[in-house]
């Protein structure tokens, strides 16, 4: 259970890895930074610019269909989270997010 946390917008000094497509955030690039507890333990993530976009849609589509909050994508579960949604609705979140 995520009971405390917190996300911001923060442009990078230095680089770093994107917890979601392990891609490198750029210096000087916009990333989102997400810190909190995680049931007892206490967690940070960075996330690129494009996967934290993705991490919003796939958050509200979650809402609309009324997932559970277990359901919602975790840090570094983007990726299952999307397979996991096309497998069940059989098209992609960009589809759906077209549709609703
Ligand atoms: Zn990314």
Same mark, same amino acid.
């Given at each position: &259970?995520?009971?405390?946390?917190?996300?911001?917008? !923060?442009?990078? !000094?230095?680089?770093?890895?994107?917890?979601?497509?392990?891609?490198?955030?750029?210096?000087?690039? @916009? @990333?989102? @930074?997400?810190?909190?507890?995680?049931?007892?333990? =206490?967690?940070?993530?960075?996330?690129?610019?494009?996967?934290?976009?993705?991490?919003?849609?796939?958050?509200?589509?979650?809402?609309?269909?009324?997932?559970?909050?277990?359901?919602? =994508?975790?840090?570094?579960?983007?990726?299952?989270? &999307?397979?996991?949604?096309?497998?069940? @609705?059989?098209?992609?979140?960009?589809?759906?997010?077209?549709?609703?």
């Amino acid at each position: &259970m995520n009971n405390c946390d917190w996300t911001r917008q !923060r442009k990078a !000094r230095k680089k770093h890895n994107c917890c979601e497509c392990n891609k490198t955030i750029q210096k000087g690039e @916009y @990333y989102s @930074y997400s810190s909190g507890i995680w049931g007892h333990e =206490p967690y940070s993530s960075k996330t690129c610019g494009y996967c934290a976009e993705l991490v919003k849609l796939c958050c509200h589509l979650a809402s609309k269909l009324k997932y559970q909050d277990e359901h919602y =994508p975790i840090i570094s579960g983007l990726s299952d989270f &999307m397979s996991n949604f096309k497998h069940d @609705y059989g098209i992609t979140i960009e589809q759906a997010a077209c549709q609703l």
